[in-house]
Structures are given as C-alpha cells and as structure tokens.
C-alpha cells in the first residue's frame, strides 16, 4: 500500500492531538508513515503514542538543526522523503509551524498544497471553507504530490495499535535552511483549560460582555462544559481577554464539536475563524445579529441572565 506522510505535530516529543487525527486520516489514503522531527531524545515520548494511532513506520530526524531554525530544515527533510517515498500525499496540521513546512515542501517539490482543508476523501479530495468560511469548495491537487494542511479536529482520532519501523533520515540540513533561528522560548501560561485549538467545546465571549471581570461567566459555563474558552477581537482588543485567545481571521481558527458564542455579532472576521465548527450556538439579545444566520441554534435574550442559568442546568444535569 502506498505510504501518506504525516507531520508529527509536537511540542519536546509529546504530540499533539491532531497528530493522531492526521494519522487517522491517512489510514483512510494508504499507510501512515509519521514524520517526527525534533531535538535530540524526543523521540522517544512519541513512539508509543504514533503506534497506537497506527503509524506503520517512523522517519526520524533528531537535530538540533531541525529543532532550532524555523520551517525550512523540516522542509528539506519533508521533501527529500516526497522523492525518496513517493507518497500518495502529504498531510499537515493546520497550525503556524506545519503551515510554513508545508508550504515550503510545496514549492520546493513543485507540488500542489491545499490550505485548511476540513475533509479528505479517499479520492484525496478536499473540503475546504474559502473567502472568510463563507463558500465551502471541493478541491483536488493536480500536480505533484498533493500536501494537505488539515484544519484540528476535522477526523475523530481513532486508535489502531501498529508496531511502526523507524527509519532515521540520511540529511545533512544546508546552511540556506538555517536563516531563520529559534533565539528563545517562552513557555505559555497554562490555563488549566483545553488548548483552543484542539477543545472539543469552545465558549468565546465578545464585546457584550461589557468588562473584562464578565468573562468569569464565559469561563465558569467553560469550565462545566471542560470547555477553552475564545474570545472576538473586539473583546481581546479591549484588554478584557489575552489576544492568544482571540478566534478569527487574525487569530486562532477553532474547529470544535460545539462553539458557543456568548456576546458576538458575528462579523465575517470572526466568522472565518469558527465557522467550520460542528454546531455553533448563539447568545445575543438582538435577534437581527448576524452570527444568526449561520449558528444551529440560537438564543436571543440578555447573557447576564441566560448564561449563569444555562450554567445552572449543566450542573445539575450532570449531578443528576
Ligand atoms: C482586518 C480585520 C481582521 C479582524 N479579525 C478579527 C478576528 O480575528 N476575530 C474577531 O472576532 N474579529 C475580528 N475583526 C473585527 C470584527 O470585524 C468585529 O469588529 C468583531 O468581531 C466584533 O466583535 P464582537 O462581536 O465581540 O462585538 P460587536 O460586533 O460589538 O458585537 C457585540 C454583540 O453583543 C451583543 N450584546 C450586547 N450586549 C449583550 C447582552 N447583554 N446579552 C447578549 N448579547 C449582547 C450585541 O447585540 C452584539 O451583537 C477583524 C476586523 C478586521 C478589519
């Protein structure tokens, strides 16, 4: 069976969930090889975890260059396996890091790239939400080995144990890849809450909120719920929520099962960054916002009653 290429996406050798999303993916295209590149050692915490999503084999590079210059060392490594493997595609996490490597793979093996894609059939087409998320197109590589940049949380992740071979990777990573370098690292604050991208549920709050010391109610129904919680640029730009939670056109895109939007309207930006979300509930008071034209279900009335007591009636639910 043909092999798919699946970036590993990591943070120190720990994976991410959509690695084992991608790799459920690719088992639905051919055989998932997983390509894990990282410092020295860090292997070592994802081998288990890339078997159990099936990886049949592992190509590994463990260097400090390809762990300490951004995009282009993964790049070469990436598109020395595309001649070497020839394989039925190439998938990559939609996250800033996989992007760059993937479109860089792209152009150096003059290859098509598909962008945020939320489906792959078999036949290796794509679904893809364009111009801000408001037209859904299909569309399909035609030249080259088609790289596909998957949007989190597209694929349910599905676990079938396989004993991958590894094979590390003969590349010396040219002085050209090494423009870019990785001068420091800062650890982000942890919330205790899921990561944003990969929460199965999403509450975003916005400028209805009206204060920065309201998003406690975002929260607290985020927390019964095991929610992350977003946030609309109005509210971030306010200093009422750290801009690393802002969802949106130039802030995180969110793929969740359930996206509730406490206070939004709904603008186009926001739109583009959680319109691909499972179901998407709405809270405003005004009936007219525009965020109900696309959310499965809405709730028209004033968030200071209707989210405290929609609090309320999770809890009790899953007391009762
Ligand atoms: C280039 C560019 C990029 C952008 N990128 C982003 C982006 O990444 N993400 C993003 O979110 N925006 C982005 N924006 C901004 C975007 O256009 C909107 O201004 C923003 O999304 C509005 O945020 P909001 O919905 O919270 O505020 P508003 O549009 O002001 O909406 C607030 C809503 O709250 C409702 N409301 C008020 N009080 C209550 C209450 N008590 N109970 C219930 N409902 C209430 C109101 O009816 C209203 O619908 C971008 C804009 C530009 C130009």
């Known amino acids: 069976m043909a092999e798919v290429l699946v970036l590993v996406e990591h943070t120190d050798g720990e994976p991410k969930k959509v690695t084992a999303e991608l790799l459920t993916l690719a088992r639905t ?40 210059f951004i995009g282009a060392p993964a790049a070469e490594v990436l598109s ?19 992007r760059e ?23 290796l087409t794509a679904t893809q939400g364009i111009f801000g998320g408001s037209t859904i ?10 790289i596909v940049v998957v949007r989190p949380n597209s694929t349910a ?15 010396a990573i040219s002085d050209a890849a090494k423009g870019a370098k990785i001068v420091d690292r800062v650890v982000e604050a942890k919330s205790g809450r ?14 209805g909120l009206g204060a920065a010391e309201h998003f406690g109610l975002v929260e607290k129904l985020a927390d019964t719920l095991g929610a992350a919680v977003g946030a609309s640029r109005a509210a971030t ?3 009422w929520y750290p801009h690393q939670n802002q969802v949106g056109q130039t802030g995180k895109t969110v793929s969740p099962q359930l996206y509730i939007a406490v206070g939004i309207s709904g603008a186009i930006q926001h739109r583009a960054g959680m319109q691909t979300s499972k179901t998407i509930v709405a809270i405003n008071k005004d009936p007219e916002a525009p965020i ?17 007591q929609l609090t309320t009636e999770i809890e009790k639910h899953k007391a009762g």
């Not at 020295?40 to 999503?53: E, N, R, S």
């Not at 899921?194 to 400028?207: I, K, Y």
């Not at 499965?296 to 968030?303: A, I, T």
Request: overall charge negative.
């Open 137 to 146: 197109v299909s569309s399909k590589v035609t030249k080259g080995t088609p």
């Open 101 to 123: 490597v993937a479109a860089r793979t792209a152009a150096r093996t003059d290859s098509g790239l598909i962008w945020d894609a939320t489906a792959l059939a078999p036949d």
């Open 292 to 308: 109900f034209e696309f959310a499965d279900y809405g709730l028209v009335g004033d968030l200071f009653n209707v989210v405290p």
């Open 237 to 239: 730009d306010a200093g």
């Open 29 to 68: 295209l051919g055989e998932p090889s997983a390509v894990f590149l990282g410092a020295p050692g860090t292997l070592a915490k994802a081998k288990d975890y890339l078997a159990q999503y099936g990886a049949a084999k592992i190509y590994v590079v463990e260097s400090d260059d390809v762990a300490n």
């Open 80 to 98: 020395k396996l595309v001649a070497d493997t020839s394989p039925v595609a190439v998938l990559a996490a939609a996250t800033p890091d996989s």
């Open 194 to 207: 899921p990561d944003l991208t990969e929460a199965q549920v999403v509450v975003s709050g916005g400028r």
């Open 157 to 171: 992740p599905e676990a079938a144990p396989s004993t991958p071979a590894e094979t590390t990777v003969d590349i």
